[in-house]
């Protein structure tokens, strides 16, 4: 039987397949600061003395904004301008470490609002032949 | 080191103009600036030319005589223009040329600006999940802004009304009719908090500029336009930018903030004595946050600024007087230096139809593009 594989979107940028998934990123062992996605070289105080770090999986909505048309290639999400739907992006910071860029997990806007906890999860983003595509996201905390 | 004028300027009308390729209208700017400063394409000792989309701008001289003189090519998002004028104004500073040239130009396709991944240093996953577009950046960018500031939704529409008002105003905008409040407020959503009427889009259109020596510039006309401050700056960690995966926690200033504050000290004045500016307003986000990352007003001022109409033609603080980006469209190439044309003409009292009141004699031309660059020029006659 066919068997449907998860893929992430791009190595390397969260711990997948996992029951814990986070993301993955760098820390400075010189200047101590975070960066997303995992990089070999500082952007502060430019050393390369950088270590894998997994980061924090919950976080505070920093920023965020509606994506209400189709954007052009390479956008792919396995849409067509007929089947887009709105979809919502974000900075969400996570404590102590840095804001990280992300799809967030909400129907519309009126749930969305500065402040509010956020939670990672792991989801499936489009469908390519047999295998799952799978991308970050945050979703609104339920209190 | 010499100082800097501005003895000619050329702009071709920005827009759509089917039927023009971008170099037709780069020679329509180039010579239109020439002959504004009576000069001719044999004066000129040095070039250079910013086109995103566009030929590579040094292929111009086959259309404008080969003469062998050095013409460089320069690239940096929207800030392109800006960084084409500070490399000729380096040329007339260090005597390199005493005579200029500076062009930018550009023909976009219709609709959003397709971008790739490779081109801004993010990997292709970047794209495909939907970040790779600039409006949703700067939708981002001003909610936060708006919330940490008190700017409003109103606000927003009112500096778009503004846009389209000034734009009526110049013959060579692209949009020349004025749009009413729920137009702009009602229409389609884009990125939230912006509608379709408040975003820009490409278009396409050319300016050129003729600088020279303030010497060489009082001898070709009675009223130079003095390149008194320039500055282009980079992004600092901690700033917010475009395309950018994370942000630090920590802040710091923006390429805008820095860009201006070296430029306002290279020309020896304070942004309060501004009093007229150009800033990239690529959405009423960006118009608002701009105002104050240059210095020339506090942040959140902003609200009270627009709602007493003081960012108008007869305001206290000018802004955008021809129409900006909104009514002009994006031309990358092209922008930085149609704030120029439009700032001289202003300095010039040459505006007609739409001249801010009262001799201004100073002012500020600010551009910012990915991945976070800005140029500041400040300008004085």
Not at chain 2, 176 to 188: L, V
Request: charged share 20%; proline share 5%; net charge negative.
């Amino acid at each position: 039987m066919n068997e449907i594989r998860q893929v992430p979107i791009a190595p390397g940028l969260f711990t997948w397949p996992s029951d814990h998934p986070r993301l993955l990123g760098s820390q400075c062992a010189g200047c101590g600061i975070y960066t997303f996605p995992r990089t070999g070289c500082c952007p502060k105080c430019g050393l390369e003395t950088l270590a894998d770090t997994e980061l924090a999986n919950r976080g505070t909505l920093w920023t965020w904004t509606s994506q209400s048309f189709r954007p052009k290639p390479p956008y792919d999400a396995g849409d067509t301008d007929e089947t887009f739907k709105t979809y919502y992006v974000g900075y969400v910071e996570l404590p102590g470490q840095v804001m990280v860029e992300s799809r967030l997990l909400v129907d519309d806007e009126t749930q969305l609002k500065i402040g509010m906890p956020m939670a990672l999860e792991i989801v499936k983003y489009r469908q390519d032949g047999d295998r799952e595509v799978m991308i970050y996201a945050f979703r609104p905390l339920s209190a | 080191m010499n100082d800097v004028a501005i003895a000619g300027i050329g702009l071709h009308a920005f827009g759509r103009h089917d039927g023009k390729s971008e170099a037709d209208m780069a020679v329509f700017a180039i010579r239109e600036a020439l002959a504004d400063a009576g000069l001719g394409w044999n004066d000129i000792q040095y070039a250079c030319g910013a086109s995103k989309d566009g030929r590579f701008a040094d292929s111009l001289v086959s259309r404008l005589g080969l003469r062998s003189i050095p013409f460089t090519n320069v690239s940096g998002g929207c800030a392109t223009g800006g960084s084409a004028l500070i490399n000729a104004c380096m040329s007339i500073q260090s005597g390199l040329a005493d005579i200029a040239l500076v062009v930018g130009f550009d023909k976009h396709l219709r609709g959003m600006f397709g971008l790739n991944t490779q081109e801004w240093n993010v990997d292709s996953w970047y794209g495909e999940i939907g970040f790779l577009t600039t409006v949703q950046f700067f939708a981002m960018k001003t909610q936060r802004y708006m919330h940490d500031h008190g700017i409003s939704h109103d606000a927003l529409v009112k500096v778009a009304m503004k846009a389209y008002r000034n734009g009526s105003l110049n013959p060579k905008a692209w949009r020349r009719s004025e749009m009413d409040y729920e137009t702009i407020a009602n229409s389609r959503v884009i990125n939230l908090p912006f509608r379709q009427y408040m975003v820009c889009s490409p278009s396409e259109g050319a300016a050129a500029l003729v600088i020279c020596k303030g010497d060489v510039a009082r001898r070709l006309t009675r009223k130079p336009v003095y390149v008194k401050g320039y500055a282009l700056r980079t992004r600092q960690y901690g700033s917010l930018e475009v395309f950018s995966p994370s942000k630090p926690l920590e802040n710091a200033p923006s390429p805008t903030t820095i860009a201006a504050q070296a430029a306002c000290e290279m020309a020896g004045i304070g942004p309060d004595e501004i009093r007229i500016a150009q800033v990239q307003d690529s959405e009423p986000g960006n118009e608002i946050m701009h105002m104050a990352e240059t210095g020339l007003c506090a942040h959140g001022d902003q609200e009270r600024l627009i709602q007493e109409g003081n960012t108008g033609i007869g305001g206290s603080l000018p802004i955008n007087t021809d129409g900006g980006l909104m009514a002009n469209g994006e031309p990358i190439g092209a922008s930085a230096l149609r704030q120029v044309y439009e700032t001289c003409l202003q300095l010039r009292g040459q505006a007609n139809g739409r001249q801010v009141p009262n001799n201004p004699n100073s002012g500020l031309c600010q551009v910012y593009g990915a991945p976070g660059v800005s140029s500041v020029v400040v300008l004085q006659c």
